[in-house]
């Protein structure tokens, strides 16, 4: 007899089977509207119900392919923990016309946005424009977390809870750090690794699993000696602020073996220009669609990790990925970049162009 249990049966077959015994026991079939053949059919979905959650519990007991809540349950079995959501970090510029003959205070709380109003921004310090100046930086943060506030230098335009005084408000420099709540699928890759290299006293994957605990570090180089490591942490296309490289600094001299020196710091960023002639299905050479292969550009490299080396050939693939495109030619001045264990490759400018059509 067939097995049954390595396969999901479908509610026709389920159903089919059922028939088929009863008549078998019987001597007869049931019509498909009688009072019986209806109790059948009510039977067999409520089965199929009941195996339909079965077959998703059997899914959910394997690492492979778990997901959700459940994936999240496994993994902290293992000590590990969910990343959640972060929010892009960056700085504001709030500028006056001409020399201010008295002080402004830029609240810390005060709301800006970008020139569609779909991304808004918070300072995150108190900031006073001293009388005889013109402009003062604030540090600010995305309102919420999440990818969108990565924007670009420039894009920060529109005062919303304008401070008494102020004119303009600018961004001199991309938001970055934005991420999303960790997929099922980066937490599976990292569940998988530590059980494929699990940490021991003194290995790399001791030391990588340590750092990675901290939320806000997304991932780690790991170089140097048994006697002298050196970790240099890295979040989601930026470099980690003073106070989350201090508590992991902490958090690994507590645990660091005796007899090793660490030294823990964050990575020095490597910018590299993308420069590249892009060659667009028939219709879509249009501004959206350079859009989204900058959009595209700057995800791929906010998915590089500390010390990881910069191909061109991966950043194709993630653009003809995209569906947008049919093929790109970059310039002479994008290569491949070697990026040293205490670097993190980061975006720096984007220029594309187009080349024409494609005739498909």
Not at 343 to 355: F, M, N, P, Q
Request: glycine share 8%; hydrophobic share 40%; aromatic share 8%.
């Amino acid at each position: 007899m067939r097995s049954r249990w390595n396969e999901m049966e479908s509610y026709e077959q389920l159903t089919g089977r059922m028939y088929r015994s009863f008549e078998e026991l019987a001597g007869y079939s049931p019509d498909d509207a009688s009072d019986l053949g209806i109790r059948m059919k009510v039977l067999a979905g409520e089965v199929y119900s009941a195996l339909a959650s079965l077959e998703y519990l059997k899914g959910q007991l394997s690492l492979s392919t778990a997901s959700g809540a459940q994936l999240t349950a496994l993994a902290a079995e293992y000590g590990l923990t969910r990343k959640p959501a972060q929010k892009a970090q960056g700085v504001l510029r709030f500028s006056i016309g001409e020399d201010g003959w008295y002080s402004i205070t830029i609240p810390r709380g005060s709301v800006c946005t970008t020139a569609d109003g779909a991304v808004n921004f918070v300072t995150t310090q108190e900031a006073v424009l001293a009388a005889g100046s013109r402009y003062v930086l604030a540090p600010a943060a995305a309102e919420q977390a999440g990818r969108a506030g990565n924007v670009r230098a420039g894009t920060v335009v529109v005062l919303v809870s304008q401070p008494v005084g102020i004119e303009q408000v600018t961004n001199l420099e991309a938001f970055s750090g934005g991420a999303e709540e960790e997929s099922d699928e980066h937490l599976r890759g990292r569940l998988l690794k530590l059980l494929r290299d699990p940490p021991r006293s003194a290995n790399a994957a001791f030391y990588r699993e340590l750092c990675l605990r901290n939320p806000a570090v997304a991932s780690v180089s790991v170089d140097g000696t048994v006697a002298r490591v050196a970790l240099y942490l890295a979040g989601q296309g930026k470099a980690p602020d003073a106070a989350v490289v201090e508590s992991v600094r902490e958090a690994v001299q507590k645990e660091a073996p005796v007899g090793v020196t660490v030294a823990v710091q964050a990575v020095a960023l490597k910018k590299i220009p993308v420069s590249a002639e892009l060659t667009a299905y028939p219709g879509w050479q249009t501004d959206e669609t350079k859009k989204a292969c900058e959009a595209c550009t700057q995800d791929f490299f906010h998915a590089l990790g500390a010390g990881e080396n910069f191909y061109t050939a991966r950043l194709a693939a993630a653009l003809l990925g995209s569906g947008k495109i049919v093929n790109c030619t970059f310039s002479a001045a994008t290569a491949d970049v070697a990026v040293a264990a205490g670097e993190l490759a980061v975006c720096g400018d984007i220029r594309y162009t187009w080349k024409g059509r494609a005739d498909v």
